[in-house]
């Protein structure tokens, strides 16, 4: 039977078929995977897979194969820095839940975001929360922040869970896609959640009583489906995303709005940080790149050796 992870703990998953039937299932033995990369998680939500009904129970069942994954996406590993942990996968679309003001989300955190979506060719939207809490200043400097991504071409909304204000724009985005939602804590993101799912409150408390040892709520993904079509993968609060594996020369191809200016550079391996006849310096000194794009970007490289190694 092929069925979708919808719900993972490390060692059990919960699977859905395509008869709408759920199983709690276990990976039998090691998969030797597609893509070349270093995970301490070998299946993600998301990963469509075959499974074999366990005779035993008639509940649960045995992961025998994953299916070649379309994309996915990865943060470093909580435990092991140099290693990935991959979020989710086969994913259409990828949602960052933002705040302006409590808690303010920051710069650097949404272009890190936006830069691991990018490298794994995943479209990405901002959803800016709390739009009910805005002030004339706060407004202000959400209009600055949403024209410098518009501009660059990253869908922007401007809403509020609490007041309902801005859902239908977003279910209307969300339908019949895959969508991975993450965003720090304290962004209103269950809210949000809650607004897309009737009833998610009663099934969030049921998630600590499911039977996967060890299951942490805070800790793994879990996806749902929307009533009108599609699935949302529910990620836990991030505090950070770690750029591993995109090497210093490459960053600047994951700043959508510095590719059109890397040919233009005098030298093929250029940082933009330093190196003479640099076109994306020259891009950012004329106002065509946002000022707070290019800080993040040099900010980011400065990390990425730590991160890698």
């Known amino acids: ?27 039998k033995g090691v998969f030797k995977m597609d893509e070349d990369i270093t995970s301490t998680n070998p299946i993600a939500v998301g990963d469509i897979v075959e499974v074999v009904e366990e005779e035993k129970e008639a509940a649960n069942a045995m992961i025998t194969e994953i299916a070649p ?26 949602v960052l839940v933002c705040t302006i003001k409590e808690p303010r989300t920051s710069r650097g955190f949404i272009d ?36 410098v991504y518009t501009d660059i071409g990253y869908p922007v909304l401007l809403i509020s869970a609490a007041k309902g204000e801005g859902i239908t724009e977003v279910q209307e985005m969300l339908k019949d ?18 607004q897309l799912l009737p009833g998610m409150q009663l ?10 040892k060890g299951l942490h709520t805070t800790t793994f993904a879990e996806m749902f489906d929307l009533p009108d079509g599609g699935q949302i993968i529910d ?17 600047s191809h994951y700043f959508l709005e510095m590719q059109p200016y890397i040919t233009q550079c005098q030298f093929n391996n250029c940082l933009h940080i330093n190196e003479p006849g640099c076109a994306v310096k020259a891009a950012v000194e004329e106002g065509e790149i946002d000022t707070d794009r290019y800080i993040s970007y040099a900010t980011i490289l400065e990390t990425i050796e730590e991160e890698r190694y």
Not at 122 to 135: G, R, S
Not at 203 to 212: N, P, Q, Y
Request: hydrophobic fraction near 35%; proline fraction near 3%.
């Open 203 to 212: 099934r969030t408390k049921e998630v600590s009583g499911w039977s996967g």
């Open 235 to 251: 990620t836990p609060g991030l505090r950070e995303f770690g750029i591993i594996d995109i090497p210093k020369t490459e960053l």
């Open 177 to 194: 896609k895959v969508t991975l939602m993450s965003g720090h804590s304290g962004v209103g993101k269950s809210s949000l959640i809650n």
């Open 112 to 147: 890190r975001f936006l830069v691991t979506a990018a490298a794994y060719h995943i479209p990405a939207v901002l959803v800016f929360n709390k739009k009910d809490l805005l002030k004339e200043k706060d407004r202000e400097k959400f209009l600055e922040m949403a024209d």
């Open 69 to 94: 994954r379309r994309n996915y996406i990865v943060r470093s590993s909580p435990h092991k820095r140099s290693h990935k942990h991959i979020v989710a996968a086969n994913l259409d679309q990828a």
């Open 1 to 27: 039977m092929q069925g979708t992870v919808y719900r993972s703990t490390g060692s059990w998953y919960q699977v859905k078929t395509l008869d709408g039937g759920f199983y709690q299932a276990r990976m």
